[in-house]
Nanobody, 122 residues
Framework: VQLVESGGGSVQAGESLRLSCVASGYTLPMNMGWFRRLPGQEREGVAGLGRDGNTNYADSVKGRFTISKDNAKNTLYLQMNSLKPEDTATYYC???????????????????WGQGTQVTVS
């Protein structure tokens, strides 16, 4: 199983980015999530997507970020709008078969991880 993120970059506050995560080695009816590691902090859950389409978001990104997937492309997305400097982090996509993981967004629930993509907002 491989997860490969892309789409990170450097933007100004208020701008948007869309992160992509291409999955290989399995198809996408798994619970998926986006996490981020802010400088000097632990990795935290940002958004989760259940295999049946349910979503959950961290309070800090609700209304600004949207998680979605394209099953035909085996790709998970994170649309990030109205970016703030405090969103600066390395973003990771992750996958798991553990029930409810898309809601809890705990690191330990997710078995498969991408390598991360850097997002910098100034």
């Amino acid at each position: 199983v491989q997860l490969v993120e892309s789409g990170g970059g450097s933007v100004q506050a208020g701008e948007s980015l869309r992160l992509s995560c291409v999955a290989s080695g399995y198809t996408l009816p798994m619970n998926m999530g986006w996490f981020r590691r802010l400088p000097g902090q632990e990795r935290e859950g940002v958004a989760g997507l259940g295999r049946d389409g349910n979503t959950n978001y961290a309070d800090s990104v609700k209304g600004r970020f949207t998680i979605s997937k394209d099953n035909a492309k085996n790709t998970l997305y994170l649309q990030m709008n109205s970016l703030k400097p405090e969103d600066t982090a390395t973003y990771y996509c992750a996958a798991t078969n553990i029930p409810g993981s898309w809601y809890r967004l705990r690191n330990t629930d997710f078995r498969y991880w991408g390598q991360g993509t850097q997002v910098t907002v100034s």
